[in-house]
């Protein structure tokens, strides 16, 4: 199993563990932050120790002002009366639209070297999200009135949950066939056929090799495939290609890469590969299938699965008739792109108020700048060496010597919510900054996503799938480091509404007639004779060209606008 690889663990975690909880913060210092949040919380107790380490050290107290009834009415009475905290925690445009809030810009980038740093790569869309602009969109005043929770990395991305766009194939089949490398959408089908053919039923049922879900709203799955297998990222409805210079949108709908795969895709259905019934069925009709553990495997998002269908399969205990994740391409030359750096979560987090004076809202600024450092966030999120945790000194516990981890009653005691009352600063560290991915050191900042911790909680079947591929999660396992976000990225978030009017509601409106064209036509490519694949296809696009270039010509309006404010590949 991939271990993270640790510069000088050992040395790292002896001069960073600040397990002594004293410190000399001086009285003078002394500083008291009130906070309002809309987290339902109960008050942290006098004794909680991350608290009492934060005021020791720090010199800093909280007063918490905890929601208790309908947020949007009392937000409204904290506006209205004026009477405000320090700190509000942002959650809309509320605050800000009613002029409650510092603006924060100027503050963290003369105070906040750390803050800096961390939102690096968020910051260009954080001042587009708050600062003023002029009826074309054009910023006329940068401003930043809320720092975002979440969603912000640093380092290399530690998360270990995949549940994104994926070719998920049963891990009974990966198994039966000593975990094979699987990297083209042709191997992945010769793979399926060749377990069907084995194993013609499952539990009495037909076997299905690949079902495709085109019920309702999920019907995208039907035709989002060529975008990933041409090495592109979940962009929507379009892929980005730069020529000469200038970055330009396109569709995906009938550009090569869609004629290609629909073709694959006439070939796997007439090798019996496709379920007929992918174009009949009804949302339920389609889940109950996978529940019943006798589809082998589908392109579709984790998310849209992983709830009651593969639940059953849990709870059955048919752990080998659950599903992994490939990130297949149309050939070995094309990187596949099908995980993406976390989104920051704009126009969340906390705001400074404009009651809060100036000297104390810089306290705060250079009090959260220097939580982020390293040994502050381990405090905060793993706590005292000791204590909440261990240390490896020889390796035979983690497989790395200085390496972090806890005992079972540990584990268990941070899942305890009394405990974590009394021991976490969790109204704070909800939303505050924090490190996202690994820290300086390798180590990721939660410790249920170091690799040894992990896999105490995974099934057998997830292990011995990892062992065997080299990795130590889902994640790792379809993209270990996933590339940086581009600049305009998603452009999904740019799909056009006809509640606006104008030129965007005849995109709009072109978008809802090209789903119309492909929910008949793409069945008709897939389930057709060979030698009618041309003509439908020749149809297909003749009747999107229209409805795509009003699309398209929306789109590329959006694109321009994104790479002039956020830049383009990063």
């Known amino acids: 199993m991939k271990k993270i690889m640790l510069v000088a663990a050992a040395a790292v975690l002896a001069l960073s563990l600040v397990g002594c909880k004293g410190g000399n913060s001086g009285k003078k210092d002394a500083m008291n932050i009130s906070i309002f949040t809309i987290q339902q919380r109960e008050q942290p107790p006098a004794d909680n120790k991350a608290y009492k380490w934060i005021e020791e050290k720090f010199g800093v107290t909280f007063s918490w002002d905890i929601l208790v009834g309908d947020k949007d009415q009392k937000i409204g009475v904290l506006i209205a009366s004026g009477d405000l905290p320090d700190l509000v925690e942002v959650d809309s445009e509320k605050f800000q639209g009613a002029g409650c809030l510092r603006d924060l810009k100027p503050l963290v980038e003369k105070y906040g070297p750390n803050l800096m740093k961390h939102y690096s790569t968020a910051w260009k869309k954080m ?18 009135y809320s720092l975002p929770n979440y969603g912000v990395i640093d380092g290399v991305p530690s998360d270990t949950y995949f549940n ?93 890469f869609a004629k290609q795969w629909f073709k694959l895709a006439n070939g796997y259905f007439q090798r019996g590969l496709i379920d007929p019934a992918s174009f ?48 297949l391409t149309f050939d070995e030359s094309i990187r596949p792109h099908y995980r993406d750096r976390s989104l920051p979560n704009l126009q969340r987090g906390y ?94 900042r939660s410790m249920d996503d170091l690799p040894w911790e992990y896999a105490l909680s995974q099934k057998q079947v997830d292990l011995d799938l990892w062992a065997a591929y080299g990795v130590s999660s889902y994640a790792e396992f379809v993209d270990p480091n996933p590339p940086q976000n581009t600049g305009w990225y998603p452009m999904w978030q740019c799909n056009p509404s006809a509640e606006n009017g104008g030129f965007e509601e005849e995109a709009a409106v072109a978008m809802t007639g090209f789903e119309t064209v492909q929910r008949k036509y793409l069945p008709m490519m897939i389930m057709g004779k060979p030698e009618d694949f041309e003509k439908t296809w020749n149809e297909y696009a003749s009747l999107l060209k229209p409805l795509t270039d009003v699309y398209n010509k929306f789109m590329q309006q959006q694109l321009d606008h994104r790479v002039e404010v956020f830049g383009g590949e990063q």
């Not at 001042?127 to 930043?144: L, R």
């Not at 941070?414 to 909800?430: F, Y």
Request: charged share 30%; net charge negative; proline share 5%.
């Open 127 to 144: 001042i587009d999200q708050d600062s003023e602009k002029d009826a074309k969109g054009n910023i006329v005043k940068e401003h930043i």
């Open 164 to 256: 994104g766009n994926g070719w998920w194939v049963q891990k009974a089949v990966l198994k039966e066939f000593g975990y094979p490398k699987i990297k083209t959408v042709d191997q992945y089908f010769d793979l399926l056929e060749k377990y069907y053919k084995k194993y013609p039923t499952i539990d009495g049922m037909p076997t299905i090799p690949f079902n495709i879900i085109t019920a309702d709203w999920e019907a995208f799955d039907l035709w989002n495939p060529p975008q990933f297998l041409s090495g592109n990222p979940n962009d929507g409805n379009g892929h980005v290609i730069k020529e000469n210079g200038k970055y330009v949108y396109y569709d995906i709908f009938t550009d090569k």
């Open 280 to 327: 009949t069925d009804n949302r339920d009709q389609y889940y109950a299938k996978i529940a019943q553990g006798r589809v082998l495997g589908m392109f579709i998002q984790g998310w849209q699965f992983m709830g009651e269908p593969e639940q059953t399969l849990w709870t059955a205990g048919k752990d080998e008739r659950t599903y992994a994740p490939l990130a």
């Open 351 to 444: 705001g400074i108020t404009v009651k809060c004076p100036e000297d104390k809202a810089i306290k705060i600024i250079q009090f959260m700048d220097k939580m982020l450092e390293e040994e502050n966030q381990k405090v905060l999120y793993w706590g005292f060496e000791g204590e909440d945790y261990l240390i490896d000194t020889d390796g035979s516990k983690t497989g790395t010597k200085g390496a972090a981890y806890r005992t079972d009653k540990m584990r268990a005691d941070q899942k305890d919510p009394n405990w974590l009352q009394k021991n976490r600063a969790i109204l704070w560290t909800e939303e505050a900054p924090k490190l996202e991915g690994t820290m300086p050191s390798g180590y990721s």
